[in-house]
């Protein structure tokens, strides 16, 4: 096996959707610190937030 392959069950990861876009965002293991402040799915939605306010 590969070393760095996922042995788990993704589908019981965590999601929640994004504040800008609605999409869905799956628990990251770089997340697992913050995940209750994440909440933009990518840097481009984080940008769009504050262009809007």
Not at 29 to 36: G, L, M
Not at 37 to 44: D, Q, T
């Amino acid at each position: 096996m590969k070393s760095g392959h996922f042995k788990g069950n993704k589908l019981a990861l965590p999601t929640k959707p994004c504040m800008v876009c609605g999409r869905e965002m799956t628990w990251r293991k770089s997340w697992a610190k913050n995940w209750e402040s994440v909440l933009y799915c990518s840097e481009r939605c984080r940008r769009a937030r504050k262009a809007r306010s």
